[in-house]
């Protein structure tokens, strides 16, 4: 697309990639280990907010891990990881406010890292929020203001954005 202004052009504002074990223990230390070795920063832990007693699950508990990445770390790890589903995209990865979701089932198809026994096989989440410049104003903490609706991105232009700058092919599903 081509944009008249500068501040309407849609970019990555950040890439969160994570992974549910559904368990502390050793499977999430595990878990850990990959997302360190798969993006080089130190992951955080997330913790369950509900007790659900038929997955036996207390309220609290650390059951995945997630790192944020931003900038240039966030735009090579999105090229990594397109690498790793084979350039190619549905329709139905990107939601209607133009965020793009999707899964890489196994760590290994990660292009330049090799199966390691300690860790296992593993598959994460790789999410990207895709904003214009000046949409912090919804989201700070003194002043909020709201973005209009003709302001806001579309499944579309997010779609626009991803084939553009990393080439990937985005299909329908069948």
């Known amino acids: 697309m081509d944009y008249s202004n500068l501040m309407q052009k849609p970019r990555i504002e950040k890439v969160v990639v994570n992974i549910g ?10 878990a850990e280990q990959l997302l360190e070795l798969l993006t080089g920063r130190k992951s955080v832990r997330t913790v369950t907010t509900h007790k659900i007693p038929t997955w036996n699950l207390r309220g609290g508990e650390p059951i995945g891990c ?30 209607s406010l133009g965020n793009l ?45 709201r973005i209009p609706p003709k302001s ?17 092919e985005v299909e329908r599903k069948e």
């Open 66 to 95: 997630k790192v944020t990445l931003r900038g240039g770390e966030a735009d090579e790890f999105l090229k990594k990881s397109f690498e790793a589903v084979d350039g190619r995209l549905f329709y139905s990865n990107f939601d």
């Open 21 to 30: 074990v559904g368990e502390s223990g050793e499977r999430l230390g595990k």
């Open 101 to 145: 979701a999707f899964g890489v089932s196994e760590y290994i198809d990660f292009p330049g890292v090799k199966y390691d026994p300690d860790i296992g096989i593993f598959g994460f989440n790789v999410c990207a929020t895709i904003k214009r410049p000046g949409f912090r104003v919804k989201t700070r903490k003194l002043n909020k203001s």
């Open 152 to 168: 806001a991105i579309t499944a579309d232009e997010a779609i626009e954005l991803i084939k553009e700058k990393f080439g990937v």
